[in-house]
């Protein structure tokens, strides 16, 4: 059963990329903006969706994409409310990432992309250096993969632009026109 086909006014923007990317940051930026154009805005955070809807799934493949599945469906039900969803979730594989995009008429993939090199640095916890030293087993991007979008909508590096100038990307891309001065 399809949940996302009927009648969808809303719409679902899946960013997508490794931890320290910069998902969060873009999303909460683009959040703001798309808030003062009137429209109504639903963030699903996969470490928040993780917490509550998820809670007891490990990291092997199947509790992964059993967690996007999850992310998807909820993405999905708000969609159909005329709310643009913004998911903020690593969603490592490839194959659940595009079926679970399937299911959406009006959807935006955005790979947020950063070296290995940034990521380290911006992680505060030191958890990619703990990986790579090889304290953390199943890590995404070091000792598990991270299989990005083959043709992503959008792809923000943001190790080469600036949170405002990814927004503006993105607020093309989405038909918004940005206020002058803004």
């Known amino acids: 059963m399809n949940l996302h086909s009927r009648g969808q006014e809303g719409q679902v923007v899946w960013f997508t990329g490794l931890s320290g990317a910069g998902k969060t940051t873009l999303v909460s930026a683009l959040e703001g903006k798309l808030l003062e154009e009137g429209r109504k805005v639903q963030i699903l955070d996969g470490d928040l969706v993780r917490e509550n809807l998820s809670k007891g799934l490990g990291f092997s493949k199947e509790d992964r994409d059993t967690n996007v599945r999850r992310i998807g469906f909820v993405a999905g039900l708000l969609a159909q409310h005329g709310v643009t969803v913004l998911v903020s979730a690593i969603s490592p594989y490839r194959d659940t990432r595009d079926e679970v995009l399937a299911g959406y008429p009006r959807k935006l993939e955005v790979f947020v992309d950063a070296s290995l090199e940034t990521v380290t640095r911006r992680d505060v916890k030191g958890l990619y250096l703990k990986a ?5 087993a199943h890590f995404t991007g070091v000792s598990d993969p991270y299989e990005a979008p083959l043709s992503p909508d959008l792809h923000l590096r943001t190790d080469r632009s600036s949170v405002s100038e990814c927004v503006s990307k ?4 989405l038909g918004v026109r940005e206020a002058v001065g803004a």
């Open 132 to 136: 790579i030293a090889g304290e953390i």
């Open 170 to 173: 993105l607020l093309g891309a």
